[in-house]
Each structure stands twice: as structure tokens, then as C-alpha cells.
């Protein structure tokens, strides 16, 4: 049933009011009418708010305030487009506010539409003010910005709707340079629906010292996502999940995550304390993340500054982002199993001395989602400066597979995209056992700050076992580019024409990319570095060589992550000739998969037709 509910209240005018189902009040005031001929301004309504979650059988409601210079007669409200019911009101007062309740009726997933209309004693009607009911399967619960300290359940029975800057914790900086800190934990249980309100830019940020335990499962994820309905959901809808520690970093120990929202992270604790923990993530899905708090500061999808090595991170995919899908700011953080899908900007960001594990990431890109900055697979500094500060980021990444926006030569994509890999400003990250291709450029030492090929060439900066493939016929060397590479040539043994000197339909003239790339002023060769015998890396002309399934690419159901029968990855590994070997799990496969599908089950690859709730 649904019912309306008012107050009465009686100010200078005295007013009865006949109701459809249930007595309600009306607060209401009145004055006498101007003794003039000039007729006032027409009816005008305004809403407390436009828009409710609610479940089918449970109350939800606004508050119309109403103004009326010659008089309310009457209230219209339709429903969904059609007559619903038609208040009279008496008195003729010229201010009313009207607390409107109803009993939501709809099918989970539908919209209702409650259209308002207020017509004065000279028959005119106001503008229209519309109060959408979103019908959801649970009932939701606003969690409004401020910090949740003690102890903390969100449960799977219920939708949670994160307003503004929802803090488990307090860490908060003091005039006088000093923090004040509470600590939260915040318990989240499998199966447990999370959005965020876009208007106050919703955010869950998990503070220093406070902790999260989101453990969802295989069969019962956790999922966070935009509070859109179906198609109308983008990347950028709320924050994200910031996980701020107390590692040390290169920057200092008291430092603000970009953006000046409070996420303050760093410390003393050293690198390998493994009893440093911000919690656990587990079976956890972050979507259309990455609103932006200031202009070009946006939130990323998964934010780690300083995060420890006790913190569990596992079976995370962060989707639809507005800016990067992992970031890691300095920390010991490990991760194992992370889905990078069809962010903008970069999947895999590493800085300020992060020296962390991760084992088995994908990374999967959109042709047409970059981001103006441009887009990488991988951005590692040491710091935006490139400077010696230490620790150094040397985070060691294995088995990853990292598949670019261009699947054929054919295939438009976005002219932001930028390289596989973007190794600079003095970084010393380490790959091993990983699969890299569809990208402009394949993988660029730059140089541009900071001096990167030095560590390259001492060994600090390390890809071992690494295959890079290109696209078959594009850029003259399985690479090409929307503008001019800084340094331009081809791949031995990937001519221009083929065995019979036909042309290979390649585009042999610049501009193209390269599938290796350096400063055009270095002395240090990147093709030698990587081809290096003892390294085992290798090049391909193109990604069918590697034996992958080619709907990897494709925007379906369920895209085929697994190798193909027979390809060249599934017995690709070695370990021998990784420093840190003992330290992963020493699989025989290149890239993120073998005949395994650890994304079966939780992941979900078409978010955005997805009835949540």
C-alpha cells in the first residue's frame, strides 16, 4: 500500500485536508494577499531530496516545501508519467511544507517516478519536481561522511551508501604539526553491496592505524560500485577504497595523498614488519571509481599509501576507473591475484618506494578509455622528481599479463595510450614471467628524470623472462603510434616486406611506436639490455605467436583469460634466473594464467548491465 503522512500544523490560517489512505500533516503558513491587482510569481516547489534506495514494502519520503504568492489550492502527483492523486488544499495558504511519505510497490531494479505539480488560486501550476524511487533488493543504509571508530559490521543483508568521506578511523593533523588519531575496524561481510553517492563524492578511507576486514568469497564477492542505474553508470561515479599505513616511504613520514582529503599515510615502521597490517581485501570488486576531489586529482580505484606487509590483499578487481586501478605509495603491501579491467588511466602504478610482492595480475584496457595524462599498464618513479631519496621503489611484480587496447591494426583506440610498461625517474622495478602486449609502445627506460637505465644496467631494474608481443601489421614492427616516438626502428627480424618481398601491409613511416624504447641521448643500448641471453626475454611480432585467446580483448560475458592448448606460456617460467625466487610461487607459466581460471566466479566483466540492486 502507499500512503502520504503530513503534520499539521496551524500558523495564521487554519485548513483542513481530506486524505487518500492515511492522515498526514502539512506545515503550513499563510498571509493576506497583497491589495494590489499585480499578480504574484507562479507555485514553486522544492525537494528536501530528488532521489531514494528503498526495498519493496519499507517507507522512503521527501519534504516538499511549496510557495504560493496567491494561494496553494491544490498538489498534483503522478506516478511513472500517469494521475496518482490530487491533494486539495484549503485555506488557499502561500507557503506550505509538506513531509510526503511512501510505501515502496515496484519490482527490484525498476525506477518510480513521483512527479509534483502545485497549482495556486489563479490556476496556475509550477514547474515540476520529480522524487525518483530507486527499488532495490535490500534496504540501504546512508552512511554519512565522518569516522567510524571502535568496532564496525556492514552486513550482506543490507545496502551500504557511502556519502562524502566515510573514515574508519582518525588520523587528523593538528595546527601545531601534531595528529590526533582514533582508531576504527570495519568488518564487511561476504555478499555485501557497497555504493557510492557521486554528488558528495563518496569515498571509504581506511586511516593509519585503523584497520578493514572486507573477506568476501568466490560465490559471494564484495562488490562497490556506482549507485547509477543500468546504463548510465562511467568511471568516476564515487572515490574508491584508500588504504592509508605507516611504512616507511621516500617522502617522508606524515604525508597527504594527492587530492587534500585527509589521507595521510607513512611512518617508521620498517618495510618488513609483517605484524603491519591495514586489514584484509579479499574477493573484493571496486567499479566506476576514481571521482575527481580537485581538478586532475582523482581518487584511484584501489589507493595504498604506505601499507604494511601484513595487510592481505588478494582477489581484488578494480574496474571502470576514472584514474588508476592500482596505486601503491611506498609501502610492503603484497597482492596476489588483481584484475586491472578497462581503466583509464594505469593499471599498475607504483612510486615512493614501494617494495612490495605481486604475483598474478591482468591487466585488460578498452580501445577507446585513456586518459589525457596518457595511459600505461604499468608507471613506476621513484618519485615525480627522479631524485636518490630511499627506499627506492623496486616493487617485484611476476606473472602478470598485461593486454593493450589494440587487438588488430584495424582496431581504433584512444590516442592517450602510451606503453606496456613506463619504467622512469629512477625506479628499480623488477618483472618476471609476464606477457605484455597491444600497446603503442612496448616497453620505454626513460630517462627524461632520474637516470632508470643506470639501475638497468647494474641490475636493479630487472625484467627477466619477460615476452613482449606486437600486433600483427601495424608500425613496421608489430607497434605503432598516434605521435611521433622519440626514438624510431624496428625489431630485428620483423622486415617490412615479407619472405617474398611483398609488402607485410605494415606502416613502415613515422609516426610509430617501438616495442623497445629509451631516451634518444642515452648511451645505454635497451635492445642489447633486453635481449641479454642470461635475462630470457623475448619479442614477438605478434600476440597470436604467444598462443592466447584472442577474446581477451573483447568486451563479452566472460573473455578468454586462459592460454590457448599448446602456447608458449604455459611452460614459459623459469626461476633460476630471478633474484627473489623463493619469494613467489614458482608456477611453470608466463603471465597471469595456466590452465587455472582464478577470475571464474567473482569477477564480473560487464558491470554496467549489471541489476545490483
Wanted: aromatic share 10%; glycine share 12%.
Amino acid at each position: 500500500m502507499n500512503f502520504l503522512r503530513t503534520n499539521l500544523n496551524k500558523r495564521t490560517t487554519t485548513m483542513l485536508m481530506s486524505m487518500m489512505v492515511v492522515s498526514f500533516g502539512i506545515f503550513l503558513q499563510s498571509c493576506d494577499k497583497d491589495d494590489d491587482n499585480e499578480l504574484g510569481a507562479r507555485p514553486s516547489i522544492s525537494l528536501s531530496t530528488e532521489q531514494a534506495f528503498q526495498s519493496p514494502g519499507n517507507e522512503t519520503g521527501t519534504i516538499l516545501t511549496i510557495t504560493a504568492p496567491e494561494g496553494l489550492t491544490k498538489v498534483n502527483v503522478l506516478r511513472n508519467g500517469s494521475p496518482y492523486h490530487t491533494e486539495e488544499v484549503s485555506g488557499n495558504p502561500k507557503t506550505l511544507e509538506w513531509e510526503y511519505s511512501y510505501i515502496v510497490d515496484g519490482e527490484i531494479g525498476s525506477t518510480i517516478n513521483l512527479t509534483f505539480s502545485a497549482v495556486d488560486a489563479e490556476d496556475r501550476a509550477s514547474d515540476l519536481a520529480v522524487f525518483e524511487i530507486r527499488v532495490t533488493a535490500k534496504p540501504i543504509k546512508e552512511i554519512p561522511a565522518g569516522n567510524l571508530l571502535g568496532d564496525h559490521t556492514w552486513y550482506s543483508d543490507t545496502i551500504y551508501r557511502i556519502n562524502g568521506f566515510v573514515r574508519v578511523g582518525k588520523d587528523e593533523l593538528q595546527s601545531g604539526g601534531t595528529f590526533v588519531q582514533e582508531f576504527g575496524t570495519l568488518t564487511i561481510e561476504p555478499g555485501t553491496l557497497i555504493i557510492g553517492d557521486k554528488e558528495s563524492k563518496g569515498t571509504l578511507i581506511v586511516q593509519r592505524g585503523s584497520k578493514i576486514f572486507a573477506e568476501g568469497t568466490k560465490e559471494q564477492p564484495i562488490v562497490m560500485t556506482s549507485e547509477a542505474p543500468i546504463g548510465q553508470r562511467l568511471p568516476g561515479d564515487w572515490g574508491g577504497l584508500v588504504m592509508c599505513g605507516r611504512v616507511k616511504n621516500n617522502q617522508g613520514p606524515n604525508i597527504e595523498l594527492e587530492g587534500g582529503y585527509g589521507g595521510y599515510h607513512g611512518g617508521t615502521v620498517e618495510l618488513d614488519d609483517v605484524n603491519e597490517s591495514s586489514g584484509v581485501v579479499r574477493y573484493v570488486r571496486i567499479e566506476y571509481a576514481g571521482i575527481p576531489i580537485n581538478p586532475n586529482e582523482e581518487v584511484n580505484t584501489l589507493t595504498m599509501g604506505s601499507v604494511g606487509k601484513g595487510t592481505v590483499i588478494e582477489y581484488v578487481m578494480a574496474s571502470y576507473g576514472l584514474d588508476d586501478a592500482f596505486e601503491w605509495f611506498g609501502g610492503s603491501v603484497d597482492g596476489k591475484y588483481l584484475i586491472a579491467y578497462h581503466n583509464l588511466d594505469d593499471d599498475f602504478d607504483v612510486d615512493f618506494g614501494y617494495q612490495g610482492f605481486v604475483q598474478f595480475g591482468l591487466s585488460i584496457r578498452g580501445s577507446n578509455l585513456a586518459d589525457q595524462s596518457g595511459s600505461n599498464g604499468f608507471e613506476v618513479d621513484n618519485n615525480g622528481q627522479g631524485t636518490d631519496s630511499e627506499p627506492f621503489t623496486a616493487g617485484r611484480f611476476a606473472n602478470i599479463t598485461v593486454i593493450g587496447p589494440k587487438k588488430t591494426r584495424e582496431t581504433a583506440i584512444n590516442t592517450n595510450f602510451q606503453h606496456a610498461a613506463q619504467l622512469r625517474r629512477n625506479s628499480m622495478l623488477r618483472i618476471y614471467n609476464s606477457f605484455l602486449t597491444g600497446y603503442p609502445d612496448g616497453i620505454y627506460i626513460d630517462d627524461a628524470r632520474g637516470n632508470s637505465s643506470a639501475h638497468a644496467i647494474s641490475d636493479e631494474l630487472r625484467l627477466r623472462n619477460v615476452i613482449l608481443a606486437g600486433v600483427e601489421g601495424w608500425g613496421g614492427n608489430g607497434f605503432g603510434s598516434a605521435f611521433n616516438a622519440e626514438v624510431e626502428g624496428t625489431v630485428d627480424g620483423l622486415p617490412f616486406l615479407d619472405a617474398d618481398g611483398q609488402p607485410r601491409g605494415n606502416h613502415p613511416n613515422a609516426p610509430r611506436g617501438i616495442s623497445l624504447k629509451q631516451d634518444p641521448s642515452d648511451v645505454f643500448n635497451v635492445v642489447e639490455w633486453f635481449n641479454t641471453p642470461a635475462y630470457g626475454n623475448k619479442r614477438l611480432a605478434k600476440w597470436q605467436d604467444a598462443g592466447i585467446d584472442p577474446t581477451i580483448f573483447d568486451v563479452i560475458e566472460r573473455p578468454g583469460v586462459l592460454p590457448l592448448a599448446g602456447s608458449m606460456l604455459l611452460d614459459a617460467a623459469r626461476w633460476d634466473n630471478v633474484p627473489e625466487a623463493d619469494q613467489f610461487e614458482q608456477v611453470p607459466f608466463s603471465g597471469a594464467f595456466g590452465t587455472v581460471d582464478w577470475t571464474e566466479g567473482w569477477a564480473e566483466w560487464l558491470p554496467g548491465i549489471q541489476v545490483y540492486f
